[in-house]
């Protein structure tokens, strides 16, 4: 009978530690039967009669997917080897930490408007940002257009899986449709379902947030993944995880490789081992706190001082775009200042806000501008992976006579800024947080209007100085 740590644990008294693992794999990227066995833990008795037997394995797994797959736009794919490899890619990088309801939509949208790399290769960043925006995980996009990407690198946060190269790399350089096998190498496919389903088969219990971990996880998807149908295993993978193999409720008597999943061995010789014990959950960090002043700025042009006009396709909003670094790299935002905790007070948040729009734009907002409106709207919580950000809305109308023109610092670059109409705003690309605050602000005015006239924001009488 097998040892269980866990078990011995619980006899005395202490939470379990360490279960059966899988001997360490040297790196070996390609499939082979010969290095997988290398993987089989050393435990005896049933588990060991469980442990791993890849060409078994590979079959019964892709029998099933064969049989059982679910019916998903990028497995209809259809058209030559290339544009097949093309659409997997795409959905792949799509699936990354996010689940497949929400990524059909994104990806017919998708495919109707870049059915191939190469009319992907002739979008704009701001095109494929704009195609993306609400799917998170920004850098995603990025990757897809402009980046290359380890080839069975470790997984960092929010990357899931390995992706060779970005549309414009492999058109500009002239290798697709040369590459296009490559795109369909024999690579692994990482992600949180085959974590899943890796650590039940070989009963890894270490922390599937450490580098370590992940590493070993690649290398046993290395080494299991089928030289012959690379693509179609790595959806098997990713397909029993999301299907069978899940979270709370596998369904293990259904499951094509129960015969070689160790976890499952040992929880029918010791029932104080569960399944769902694996892999080991580790709670998250807590985000950090940051507070943002948010100023949402319409700009109306020549009109009166009173009244504004908030229909007219005459007003324009100010948006900013973020640096080509960082979080949210490269995406449009209305200004934006990150305030200290203590100082998030509106005197605070206005006086931030005024020396940054004042260092952005060729006038002094405070002093030089009609501002005819002010006000806060309200905050809004967006809560990143890390980060949990209270934005505190105002909006500012600022009339002005002379148009928009003069406003930009045309010496400065370092800040790309662009003022765009209503209807843009509501078409275009932006963040889910910032389209949040924009439906904010719109509400705000809407309601200002049901007790005023139609069509018009009431403001003070007299333009108002800010300082
Ligand atoms: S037997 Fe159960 S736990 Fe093991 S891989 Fe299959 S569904 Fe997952």
Known sequence: MAKNPKAADSRRGRPPTRRPQPRRAKAAPAASSADIEDLAPAVPGAVAAAAAAPAVLRTQLLRWYDAHRRDLPWRRASGGEEERAYAVWVSEVMLQQTRVPVVVGYYERWMARWPTVRSLAAATQEEVNEMWAGLGYYRRARFLLEVSCARNGLMEKGQGRAYRKGAKQIVEKGEFPRTASALREVVPVVDGNVVRVISRLYAISDNPKESSTMKRFWEIAGQLVDPSRSGDFNQAMMELGATLCSKSKPGCSGCPVSSHCQVLALSLENPSVKVTDFPRVVPKAKPRSDFAAVCVVQIAQGLEEEVTDTKGTDNLFLLIKRPEEGLLAGLWEFPLVLVEEGKTDSLNRRKAMDKYLTKLLSIDV??????????????????????????????????????VDRLCKKEDDSTKLKFTNESSVESMGLTSGIRKVYNMVKAFKEKRLSVSEKGQVPTRKRSRRLK
């Open 366 to 403: 405070g002093w030089k501008s009609d501002v005819i409106l002010r006000e806060d709207v309200g905050e809004h919580v967006h809560i990143f992976s890390h980060i949990r950000l209270t934005m505190y809305v105002e909006l500012m109308i600022i009339n002005l006579k002379d148009g």
